[in-house]
């Protein structure tokens, strides 16, 4: 009876330890998958910021002073 009751505290143990295994993976790669995302979202907006600088420059060397001059 107590080798019975010994047997199920071991497999009780057992399945606890493979769900905190399952949930460590599941932790793993969740933060994995939203550090992935921060990092595309943090490289798109510094992209964008970089085509705005772009984009006022170009503006900023038609004006019409720059246009009538040639002003480079």
Same mark, same amino acid.
């Given at each position: #009876? $107590?080798?019975?009751?010994?047997? !199920?505290?071991?497999?009780?143990?057992?399945? /606890? $330890?493979? !769900? $905190?295994?399952?949930?460590?993976?599941?932790? !793993?790669?969740? /933060? %994995?998958?939203?550090?992935?995302? $921060?990092?595309?979202? #943090?490289?798109?907006? /510094?992209?964008? %910021?970089?085509?705005?600088?772009? #984009?006022?420059?170009? %503006?900023? %060397?038609?004006?019409?002073?720059?246009?009538?001059?040639?002003?480079?």
């Amino acid at each position: #009876m $107590l080798a019975r009751h010994v047997q !199920r505290q071991e497999d009780a143990q057992m399945a /606890l $330890l493979e !769900r $905190l295994e399952k949930q460590e993976a599941y932790i !793993r790669s969740s /933060l %994995k998958e939203r550090d992935r995302r $921060l990092t595309k979202a #943090m490289r798109d907006i /510094l992209e964008t %910021k970089a085509q705005i600088a772009r #984009m006022q420059d170009e %503006k900023r %060397k038609t004006t019409i002073c720059h246009k009538l001059f040639r002003i480079t």
